[in-house]
Antibody, heavy 117, light 110 residues
Framework: EMQLVESGGGLVQPGGSLRLSCAASGFLVSNFYMSWVRQAPGKGLEWVSVTHTDGSTHYADSVKGRFTISRDNPENTVYLQATSLRAADTAVYYC???????????WGKGTTVSVSS | QTVVTQEPSFSVSPGGTVTLTCGLSSGSVSTTYYPSWYQQTPGQAPRTLIYNTNTRSSGVPDRFSGSVLGNKAALTITGAQADDESDYYCVLYMGSGVWVFGGGTKLTVL
């Protein structure tokens, strides 16, 4: 069964950092582009970042320069390093597998990041 | 800044048909944006319904269909059921490795 499990969320002070992990099972992340999508409390979904199989990465303007996506293919895991965190970054962060025609077909259950003093 | 627009809320009667739309604050949505649709119930991860405008994801009932109507992408639910009551999100691929989600539509079945 294909599965994504996110971890690494928690409570962090403004300006702090966190590294989120997304562990995959049932498929190899090396064969897919992988995205992070977040959802602030009571709000909609927001695409955050993507890592492609060729190593290229892209970011939403809201996180550019502060977040870094990476992958460890031998560990079958994708990461999101979040720095200079702000209250507006408070959200559930989902990891999702990318498929042809630019959609996401497998989603994790999410990990919660809370930025507060 | 590109904004993807969706109706904030919609209501449909059981057995009825409803069409949710996904537009752009500036310009028209076409198939070149590869619109996809996701269903989310509270506290759950999103579920993929439709991708590439009109292709149903595996296991999605055929009462869900996607299209482009005029200048917007559309998700039509035919024969709505109680468990279709959810939030529905569209997302457009903007090119250059960037996606933008719409604000979501809260669908009530009553």
């Amino acid at each position: 069964e294909m599965q994504l499990v996110e971890s690494g969320g928690g409570l962090v002070q403004p300006g702090g950092s966190l590294r989120l992990s997304c562990a995959a099972s049932g498929f190899l992340v090396s064969n897919f582009y992988m995205s992070w999508v977040r959802q602030a409390p009571g709000k909609g979904l927001e695409w955050v970042s993507v890592t492609h199989t060729d190593g290229s990465t892209h970011y939403a303007d809201s996180v550019k320069g502060r977040f870094t996506i990476s992958r460890d293919n031998p560990e079958n895991t994708v990461y999101l390093q979040a720095t200079s965190l702000r209250a507006a970054d408070t959200a559930v962060y989902y990891c999702a597998r990318g498929r042809p025609y630019f959609h996401m077909d497998v989603w994790g259950k999410g990990t919660t990041v809370s930025v507060s003093s | 800044q590109t904004v993807v627009t969706q109706e904030p809320s919609f209501s449909v009667s059981p057995g009825g048909t409803v069409t949710l739309t996904c537009g752009l604050s500036s310009g028209s949505v076409s198939t070149t944006y590869y619109p996809s649709w996701y269903q989310q119930t509270p506290g759950q991860a999103p579920r993929t319904l439709i991708y590439n405008t009109n292709t149903r994801s595996s296991g999605v009932p055929d009462r869900f269909s996607g299209s482009v109507l005029g200048n917007k992408a559309a998700l039509t639910i035919t024969g709505a059921q109680a468990d279709d009551e959810s939030d529905y999100y569209c997302v457009l691929y903007m090119g250059s490795g960037v996606w933008v989600f719409g604000g979501g539509t809260k669908l009530t079945v009553l």
